[in-house]
Each structure stands twice: as structure tokens, then as C-alpha cells.
């Protein structure tokens, strides 16, 4: 169980295009979904924080108007990379809790985005 | 915010060793996990674990939440066990779930 589904796992395009990476949760219902990024040899950082039917949270230093953040459904968040450029090039990855507090993360297997 | 130190940075093991990777925390969580991540970028969750012990197979964890610190053990490592270990923490902040805070990682490499 708590299966999270996260599309494409690879998108390569060019500079000034907007991406868009799907989060689902498969099996469970998610108060809460996270978008982490990842630069290559560092740590996950936490971008953004987002509850159903609400606006996002997003952690301090990232641009709210370039990564734009939906979360439609239970099961659902979306995050759009707008006018993407080579240093938006990382890989993000989702995660998804069921609970409020003390409840584990599940993540979904990552998205690897490069602009050329 | 809360800090998350990971020892050691890296390990090197021949194939059959145990090893133990320690987290260290600055603050109160209501949420550890431990993850292996595989070398296609995949996070592997080893252990949800906010206090206590738990095993699975060859690897345990154990968190002593009173004094921040929680402690990852393989033993008989194998060539699949590489790769890079990470310890990661939702601050207790008292309200909902919280985005987690990871550790830099232990970057582990098992030698045949």
C-alpha cells in the first residue's frame, strides 16, 4: 500500500518552455503532498507544501510565480515549471502523506528535468 | 530550523561487513524515516521511525528521541546495499504535516 505515481520520469526541452510534473497518490487519499528538488550530489530540500483545495506553501528563496503549484484532488498535485531554464534543470520529486502530524512520507520515483 | 547531521559522510565496506550510520537532531520531530537512495535518483523508505526499534531482514534502526539521535544498521552488506543513505525528519511544530528536513546523506559503496 500508499503507492505514489509521479509522471514523466524524464522530460528534456529547451529553454523558455513550462513542464509540468504529475504527483498521484494511488492507493490513498493525501491531506498533505511535498515537491522536493534535488541538485546533483546534494540533499532533498523541500520547495513547497500543498493541502487540497488550498494555495501552497512554499519554503523561503522559491519563486511561487515560477513553480506553480495545484493540488485539485486528494489524490492529485501538479507542479508546473514556467518558462523553464537550465538552471531549473534538477530533479524533483514528490511525496504524500495520508495523516496530519506524525504520519510517514511516500514519495514518489522523482522526475529528472533538463533544459537545454 | 531544525538541523540534521548524518555521520559519516562516506564508507567504504567489502561485501559481508556491518556498519552503523548515525542522525543527529537539533530539535523535537514527530516523524523520522530513513531512505536508501538508488542510483537512478529512486528513494527506497527503509524505516519510518520516530522512536524505538524496528528491524527488517538485514537492517534495524533505532531512535532514542530524547536524546535527537537515531542510528541505521546493515549488516552482512552486499553490492545492492550501495548507494546513498538518507536520515530525514518533520520538525514537531504541533499543527499538521510538515515538509521533512534531510541530512546530507552517507554516500555508502559495498566492494565485492
Known amino acids: 500500500g500508499a503507492v505514489v505515481s509521479q509522471h514523466p520520469s524524464r522530460v528534456i526541452c529547451k529553454s523558455g518552455t513550462s513542464v509540468k510534473i504529475e504527483c498521484r497518490s494511488l492507493?490513498?487519499?493525501?491531506?498533505?503532498m511535498f515537491w522536493y528538488r534535488q541538485f546533483p550530489k546534494q540533499s532533498l530540500m523541500l520547495m513547497a507544501t500543498?493541502?487540497?483545495?488550498?494555495?501552497?506553501?512554499?519554503e523561503q528563496g522559491v519563486e511561487k510565480d515560477k513553480f506553480l503549484i495545484n493540488h485539485a484532488s486528494l489524490t492529485l498535485s501538479t507542479l508546473t515549471v514556467t518558462s523553464a531554464h537550465p538552471e531549473d534543470s534538477s530533479f524533483y520529486i514528490c511525496?504524500?502523506?495520508?495523516?496530519?502530524?506524525?504520519?510517514?512520507?511516500?514519495f514518489g520515483d522523482g522526475t529528472r528535468l533538463s533544459i537545454l | 530550523g531544525i538541523q540534521v547531521e548524518q555521520s559519516p559522510p562516506d564508507l567504504i565496506l567489502q561485501e559481508g561487513a556491518n556498519s552503523t550510520l548515525r542522525c543527529n537532531f537539533s530539535?523535537?520531530?514527530?516523524?523520522l524515516q530513513w531512505f536508501h537512495q538508488n542510483p537512478w535518483g529512486q528513494l527506497i523508505n527503509l524505516f519510518y521511525?520516530?522512536?524505538g526499534t524496528k528491524q527488517n531482514g538485514r537492517l534495524s534502526a533505532t531512535t532514542v528521541a530524547t536524546e535527537r539521535y537515531s542510528l541505521l544498521y546493515i549488516s552482512s552488506s552486499q553490492t545492492t546495499d550501495s548507494g546513498v543513505y538518507f536520515c530525514?525528519?518533520?520538525?514537531?511544530?504541533?499543527?499538521?504535516?510538515?515538509?521533512?528536513?534531510f541530512g546530507k546523506g552517507t554516500h555508502l559503496i559495498i566492494q565485492p
Open positions: 511525496s504524500a502523506t495520508r495523516g496530519t502530524g506524525a504520519s510517514p512520507q511516500h
Open positions: 492507493d490513498f487519499q493525501a491531506t498533505t
Open positions: 500543498s493541502n487540497e483545495g488550498s494555495k501552497a506553501t512554499y
Open positions: 530539535d523535537s520531530v514527530n516523524n
Open positions: 521511525i520516530p522512536s
Open positions: 530525514a525528519v518533520d520538525y514537531d511544530s504541533g499543527g499538521g504535516a510538515d515538509g521533512l528536513t
